[in-house]
């Protein structure tokens, strides 16, 4: 391939910027849903340990096919990484406020499926909006089966309209915001 150096020895030692590439394709594979959170903290506890080119490898085969080459590991899907801008902040907050609208399941659906496509920011608030969401739905059908949940279900949404504000905020200021008691079922 032009423009690729050769494959260094095995035994070379890495410097930091190359565990720093690497953990950054790591973090990127996580935003795309090609990792879930275990695997990439191992992954990412690996790279951070790795002594030598041999220990960064493994790590990256998998998720692009091929094996890398120093300081040239492949950028994901081939392009070069987004820094977050202001956009990526005010689609990742619509992602959780657009559920106030009355769009809840549907309205972090579009969002993963619009503007996920170009940022993997948008990308995993929507996603993660999207999962509280549908935690939120399957509750409201299931819990009304016991008298305990029938007086759940309406603070159920009272919850569901309080956290959506705070990950819309927590989004807009670029922060990483987790739903909590949330099934995490779209990955």
Request: aromatic share 6%; glycine share 6%.
């Amino acid at each position: 391939m032009p423009g690729r150096g050769p494959v260094p020895p095995a035994q070379l030692r890495v410097s930091d910027a190359d565990r720093d590439q690497v953990v950054e394709h790591v973090k990127a594979a996580y935003a795309e849903g090609r990792l879930d959170k275990d695997e990439m903290d191992l992954r990412l506890d690996h790279a951070m340990t790795a002594q030598t080119h041999a220990d960064l490898m493994p790590i990256m085969a998998d998720l692009y096919n091929r094996v890398p080459t120093a300081m040239s590991y492949p950028k994901p899907h081939d392009e070069p990484a987004r820094a977050v801008d202001a956009t990526d902040r005010v689609a990742g907050a619509a992602a959780h406020l657009i559920t106030l609208t009355g769009l809840f399941v549907v309205g972090p659906l579009i969002m993963l499926l619009t503007a996920g496509r170009t940022s993997p920011y948008v990308r995993r608030q929507a996603m993660e909006a999207l999962n509280f969401h549908l935690t939120v739905f399957g509750a409201t059908i299931l819990l009304p089966f016991t008298i305990v949940g029938i007086v759940l279900v309406p603070l159920f949404w009272v919850l569901g309209i309080v956290l959506s504000i705070v990950g819309g905020a927590s989004a807009l200021v670029d922060g990483e915001f987790r739903y909590p008691l949330t099934v995490r079922l779209i990955k």
